[in-house]
């Protein structure tokens, strides 16, 4: 089991910045890939950004340019660095995190954490 624990997020200006943060606990020195979801109002949960444990990093087309991926695998922790943020990053954003086992892969997931960007 892991447990993920979101942080930051919050109100702000388009064009300005923000970052959130997530803290995996219980089996994560299983952790595989970390990364970010995100899910607007009547909207489906969409891909923001990746990083494996070997900090290769992938982003969806809409952030790339904009966003950050990082990671800290001794602490567990994934990071999310926004900047230049758009009325259309407003969304929940949800941290996910994938663990690798004899069972084969399980994907955890945060509570999420709300962005809302205004104009």
């Known amino acids: 089991q892991v447990q993920l624990v979101e942080s930051g997020g919050g109100l702000v200006q388009a064009g300005g910045s923000l970052s959130v943060s997530c803290d995996a606990s219980?089996?994560?020195?299983?952790?595989?890939?970390m990364g970010w979801f995100r899910q607007a109002p009547r909207k489906t949960r969409d891909l923001v950004a990746t990083?494996?444990?070997?900090?290769?990093?992938n982003y969806a087309g809409s952030v790339k340019g904009r966003f950050t991926i990082s990671r800290d695998s001794a602490k567990n922790t994934v990071y999310l660095q926004m900047t230049n943020l758009e009325t259309e990053d407003t969304a929940i954003y949800y941290c996910?995190?994938?663990?690798?086992?004899?069972?084969?892969?399980?994907?955890?997931w945060g509570q999420g954490t709300q962005v809302t960007v205004s104009s």
């Open positions: 219980g089996s994560s020195s299983s952790i595989v890939d």
């Open positions: 990083i494996s444990s070997g900090g290769n990093t």
């Open positions: 996910y995190a994938t663990v690798a086992s004899r069972i084969g892969i399980t994907t955890y």
